[in-house]
Each structure stands twice: as C-alpha cells, then as structure tokens.
C-alpha cells in the first residue's frame, strides 16, 4: 500500500478504526476507544478523529530530571495559563488529522485546566500524556520541543487544520517510513488501511501514553 493518504482513503481508515475500536475487551483495546468522526460544520472533506481524555500530572520534579529548558526565554504567566502546580484536573482533547504536506495521519491535542485555561509547554511535559523516556535529550522551548539529532521539532505548536485553534502537534515527517516497518511482517491485506491505522497508533504510542 502507498504510504501516502489520499483524503478518500483517511477518511475510510478512521471510520474502520473507530468501528473496529467501539468495543472494550481488553486494557490494550480500552487505551484505542473513545475516538469519534467529526466532520467540518461547513466544508466537506475536512474530517477528523477527536476524544477526549482525564490526564493526571507527574511528580513535579520527574520532569525536571530529564528536560533541558532553555532558559533565554523567559516564561511569562499573565494569568491566562494553567499551572502545574494547581491540583486542578486536566482535560486533554486528542485530534487525528491528516497532513496535507505529509499526507499521513498527524496527532493534535490541547490539555487545559478545570478553568479553562490551556497548559505551557513546559507544564505539558509534566503531564502524563508524554512517555517520560521520549524527552530524554530534548530541549524545550516556549513553542516547541526540539531534540539536536533531528531535521524538525520533536513538538510544536500550530492550528488545527480543521478547526483553526491553537493545539500542539508531533511533527509527522518520519510516520509513514516507522509504520511501514511495522507492516513488513503483515500478511493482513484485506483490511489494508484498518492495519495502517493500527500501525500508526502503535508508533504514536511509544511517545504518547494512550491511556
């Protein structure tokens, strides 16, 4: 199979996937439910995977012992951020859209506050939404994460191709080679575009925790 989505085939593969996921037998399923369609309320064409997820924060200083901050840029809190010192919950949405430039599956989220109010990067980092080893290196910045031995950012900040709102974003350069990997032992070819899918949630997870 092409390793390169046209929109037809994104949105055949989602649908496959949320089909294939509604049922809860087993933790692994439980950490791939909960994603529904969501289609642009004017434009066709524009659909997308959305869920939304409880996340809890980290010892405070687990972050600290493997991030490098730059520390040029000062963090400046005008009251509009949420803190990760507060005991608030925090509400993570998680996006699956497709990269026009890469044209593969490209995971968004935004993680706020009960007041509403999105998280810092830095703050981020401290969640439980990252796999603690993935930042190991890494150097974080006001608007991204960046580790030295790659082309592109690790983490970004951009809009949501769809709805146009701020949201945070793996950079998906290296997402079609990483599931290809993972589909050279497959002999499944009947639901080709369901086993992308699956793969690619696979190579998400080693970054993210699906919980």
């Known amino acids: 199979m092409t390793v390169m989505f046209t929109r037809q085939q994104f949105d055949e593969a989602c649908r496959e996937f949320i089909h294939a996921h509604q049922s809860i037998s087993s933790a692994y399923e439980a950490r791939l439910s909960g994603w529904f369609w969501k ?7 524009f659909g997308y995977m959305h869920r939304i997820v409880t996340l809890n924060w980290r010892h405070p200083a687990s972050a600290d012992t493997f991030l490098e901050i730059d520390d040029s840029l000062d963090v400046i809190d005008d009251g509009t951020t949420a803190s990760h010192d507060s005991p608030d919950s925090l509400t993570c949405h998680q996006y699956v859209v497709l990269s026009a430039t890469f044209r593969v599956p490209a995971f968004y ?12 990067l830095t703050d981020i980092m401290q ?10 290196g890494t150097i974080t910045t006001t608007f ?24 945070w974003y793996f950079h998906p350069c290296e997402t079609a080679s990483a ?9 499944e ?5 369901l086993s992308w899918m699956e793969a690619w ?3 998400l997870s080693t970054a993210v925790d699906m919980q």
């Open 39 to 45: 289609e642009h309320h004017t434009l066709p064409g």
């Open 109 to 120: 989220f935004s993680i706020h506050g009960s007041s509403g109010s999105p998280l810092q």
């Open 127 to 136: 969640t439980s939404l990252l796999r603690e080893d993935v930042c190991e």
């Open 144 to 167: 991204a994460v960046s580790h030295p031995a790659m082309n592109f950012p690790l983490l970004s900040q951009g809009e949501h191709p769809t709805l146009g709102t701020p949201c």
């Open 179 to 187: 599931v290809e990997e993972i589909l050279k032992e497959s002999t």
């Open 189 to 193: 070819n009947s639901r080709r575009l």
């Open 201 to 203: 949630f696979i190579v």
